[in-house]
């Protein structure tokens, strides 16, 4: 991760009503390989056939979402949390809820998630995965079409465990690797 300037500008973390802001982020995606590239393709038809609510959670087949993986400061550990719904160690994000400014979302949703401000993210999304969300109450299962940032907090960093968690965790990748992790944050670990 290289280090580029300290906290984005306000600007660019302002909400974005439609999804032209959405569509821009994932064009600026690069594929690091071709399944990358077949999710990338994914996700615009998604955006394509629901233009009007694709990161809304009233789109029943699925809906956008953003999340953030944040290293420590010496690079050497990430913060997971043990989502309280899910039973799952996740890097932080969730739903936009309206918003297509994708990073915006993924930064606010760390900020509550954690209570940490990095004091650098990513301009452009590092990877990109779609994964099932099992029915929930009344919720049906859908679909998570999520856009994820890379993020370094300062080295003063303080984390703070809300409600969404169950825990927050500081691992290096090694000791991620005896965590109950999904496939695609494995994935991330790498990157």
């Known amino acids: 991760m290289t280090t580029g300037k300290l906290h984005p500008a306000p600007a660019d973390l302002a909400p974005w009503p439609d999804l032209s802001q959405a569509c821009l982020t994932l064009t600026a ?4 390989d071709e399944e ?10 998604f955006i394509a056939r629901h233009p009007e609510d694709a990161h809304r959670r009233s789109c029943l087949e699925g809906h956008l979402t953003a999340s953030i993986l944040l290293w420590d400061s010496t690079r050497t550990k990430v913060l997971l949390h043990h989502h309280r719904k899910l039973g799952l160690w996740l890097q932080f994000g969730g739903h936009c809820d309206g918003d297509a400014n994708l990073l915006g979302c993924a930064w606010r949703e760390l900020v509550e998630e ?5 004091e650098w993210i990513s301009p452009v999304p590092v990877d990109l995965d779609i994964h099932p969300i099992p029915a929930h109450g009344e919720e049906p299962r859908h679909l998570h079409y999520d856009v994820r940032f890379l993020a370094q907090a300062g080295p003063e960093a303080l984390a ?6 169950l825990e927050l965790r500081w691992v290096s990748p090694a000791e ?15 990157l």
């Open 160 to 165: 703070a465990c809300s409600e969404e968690s």
């Open 29 to 32: 995606f690069l594929p690091s």
């Open 36 to 45: 990358q590239a077949q999710t990338k393709a994914h996700m615009l038809d």
């Open 114 to 118: 954690s209570g940490i401000e990095p």
């Open 176 to 190: 991620a690797a005896d965590l109950d992790l999904d496939e695609s944050v494995r994935r991330l670990l790498i």
